[in-house]
């Protein structure tokens, strides 16, 4: 790929997302000529009031001229201040939406069951300690995953032995045997899944502490 097809494509990938980034350049110079207003309002605010106020035709017509100036000189470097904040914005909504997008994708795999995708921005993109956070959670819940095939794969194999064992008429003690592991598995199982919080169990706390209180 040569120079100029390398250049294009960083142009062409400036706008990840379109409609959102132009929406955030749009606000940010909404607020931009908002406080250039208010400031060329403040600072001229004398030579407009000596304009229409000044005593006597020529301190109106000196502040009438002084304005003509200022303006004039004003209007193309706040044009050019414009267009530089704006593209500034461009490349500021890029670092942001970039990450944003990649969050997206990462969240869709995590609901769909997949926990290989791990979030991998640019070295200059925002949101660096976010999508650390991301990761470690993804982290964390792999391991909880991992552990839970682990004590699945210990059930099924307590469970086959026992069904094997189980066809010996003299195997009482050794079925006893292996439904004790098979409890312990089990108990080692519901660990596992009482490190995950779902929305029922909020629930479930509320009436027990209900019937804690109706107790007392």
Request: glycine content about 4%; aromatic content about 8%; overall charge positive.
């Amino acid at each position: 790929m040569t120079m100029t097809a390398r250049k294009r494509r960083s142009y062409v990938n400036l706008t990840l997302n379109a409609d959102l980034q132009f929406r955030m350049v749009a606000y940010g110079l909404i607020y931009m000529m908002v406080a250039i207003l208010l400031t060329a309002v403040g600072t001229l605010a004398p030579l407009i009031y000596n304009m229409f106020f000044g005593i006597g035709l020529k301190v109106q017509y000196e502040a009438a001229q002084a304005f003509l100036a200022v303006t004039k000189g004003l209007m193309p470097a706040l044009l050019c201040l414009l267009i530089l904040y704006a593209v500034h914005l461009l490349f500021v909504t890029h670092r942001i939406v970039g990450p944003l997008m990649n969050f997206t994708q990462t969240f869709l795999k995590l609901a769909a069951g997949d926990f290989t995708r791990k979030v991998r921005l640019r070295r200059h993109d925002y949101l660096q300690k976010e999508s650390e956070q991301i990761n470690t959670m993804i982290d964390r819940l792999t391991a909880f995953l991992s552990r839970l095939r682990t004590d699945h794969r210990q059930l099924v194999t307590v469970l086959e032995d026992l069904i094997t064992k189980a066809r010996d008429l003299d195997t009482q003690e050794k079925v006893r045997s292996a439904l004790d592991i098979l409890k312990r598995e089990a108990v080692d199982m519901e660990e596992s899944l009482s490190a995950f919080r779902i929305p029922s169990d909020a629930g479930e706390d509320k009436t027990n502490d209900g019937q804690r209180d109706v107790r007392t």
